[in-house]
């Protein structure tokens, strides 16, 4: 199974992101622009939350505030779960499926965010390996 290295490695698009004072209107839009379910939320250079479709519906839908007038400060999830680029691809699931989210930063030995990983990412992933194992045992079971 791949390393969480191996998945960012990858990727092409940049790390969406959205200051922690700009207004949800504009973290929704960004979350339209890039097709993507969650923006990571930076203070001062620093990360400080994430912002996803769940939290838009719980925090701002339900509770009746308004997307123009919200910082997203105010209804970011702040107490992140993190991967290291040292994580297996099973064990980011495992922790997706334990805490219940969706969207993994990874961050480095040093802390820095070096990207970004979602469920979709981690079935792919799931996906080719299991594909591969079982190219490899048809080959071992015709040969
Ligand atoms: N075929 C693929 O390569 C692939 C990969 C991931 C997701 N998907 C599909 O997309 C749909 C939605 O996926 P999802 O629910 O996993 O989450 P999502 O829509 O948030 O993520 C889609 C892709 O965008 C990336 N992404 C998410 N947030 C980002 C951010 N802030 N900055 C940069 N990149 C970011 C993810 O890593 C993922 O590759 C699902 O139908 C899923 O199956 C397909």
């Given amino acids: 199974m791949k390393t969480i290295a191996q998945v960012i490695e990858g990727k ?6 959205v200051e922690a ?3 949800v209107l504009d973290a929704l839009k960004q979350l339209a622009i890039h097709n993507i379910g969650a ?3 930076t203070e001062a250079g620093s990360l400080a939350g994430i912002f996803s479709e769940r939290d838009y519906a719980r925090r701002v839908v339900l509770q009746g505030r ?5 910082p997203v400060r105010d209804v ?4 992140l779960v993190h991967v290291t680029p040292h994580c297996t691809v099973e ?10 989210v969706r969207h993994l930063p990874v961050l480095d030995d040093a802390g820095t965010l070096v990207g970004i990983v979602s469920i979709g990412d981690m079935v792919k992933e799931t996906i080719a390996y299991q594909q591969f194992l079982i190219a490899q045992l048809e080959a071992y079971i015709t040969t």
């Fill in 39 to 41: 923006v990571l939320v």
């Fill in 91 to 100: 064990e980011a699931m495992q922790l997706m499926t334990d805490r219940r």
């Fill in 21 to 23: 004072g700009s207004t």
């Fill in 76 to 79: 970011m999830t702040a107490k």
């Fill in 12 to 17: 092409t698009a940049p790390i969406a992101t």
């Fill in 66 to 70: 308004t997307s123009a007038f919200t």
